[in-house]
Nanobody
Framework: VQLQASGGGVVQTGGSLRLSCAAS????????MAWFRQAPGKEREFVAA????????YYLDSVKGRFTISRDNAKNIVYLQMSSLNPEDTAVYYC?????????????????WGQGTQVTVSS
């Protein structure tokens, strides 16, 4: 499975961005998907996850109400809609996939990772 993340950029505080992650697999509907991020000098952290069907989602507390993860299984794409961005959201964002189809915050469970897309929020 290859994952291609896109949609990052530079925005001002309070702005919005939508990240996309395209998956190259015929069995996309079986994969649980997630977004992680890594800020400079910090460890990678979980941001959001969605189950294979899209019926279940889970978020990092600090992004609840601001970020929304969704997926389009017909197009093999998972999205992360980000709003009310602040400088603490600045990081490289990675999408990830696990073949169990479930939601987990544990990065070791995800077998496939995208290359990352940079999000920079200016104050």
């Amino acid at each position: 499975v290859q994952l291609q993340a896109s949609g990052g950029g530079v925005v001002q505080t309070g702005g919005s961005l939508r990240l996309s992650c395209a998956a190259s697999t015929r069995t996309f509907t079986t994969y649980g998907m997630a977004w992680f991020r890594q800020a400079p000098g910090k460890e990678r952290e979980f941001v959001a996850a969605i189950s294979w069907s899209g019926s279940s989602t889970y978020y990092l507390d600090s992004v609840k109400g601001r970020f929304t993860i969704s997926r389009d299984n017909a197009k093999n794409i998972v999205y992360l809609q980000m709003s009310s961005l602040n400088p603490e959201d600045t990081a490289v964002y990675y999408c990830a996939a696990n073949h169990f189809g479930t939601i987990t915050t544990r990065d070791r469970v995800y077998e496939y990772w995208g290359q990352g897309t940079q999000v920079t929020v200016s104050s």
